[in-house]
């Protein structure tokens, strides 16, 4: 699935509208907490081409 790891790859692919990326935050967010876990992947996904 798409995690924090590789978001990076995902950007290269043109002209996507949608993510399902909510294991990966809830997942994280066990170990930083669910508002720190958002912020990390907004913050990863934001240099996404629109």
């Keep these: 699935g798409i995690n ?5 790859l995902i950007h290269q692919i043109p ?6 990326i909510g294991h ?3 997942s994280r967010a066990i170990w930083v907490g669910l508002e720190t ?5 907004l913050a990863a996904m ?4 629109e």
């Design 4 to 8: 924090y790891k590789n978001i990076a």
């Design 15 to 20: 002209y996507l509208t949608e993510l399902n």
């Design 24 to 26: 990966s935050i809830v």
């Design 37 to 41: 876990s958002v912020k990390e992947m």
């Design 46 to 49: 934001a240099n996404y081409p």
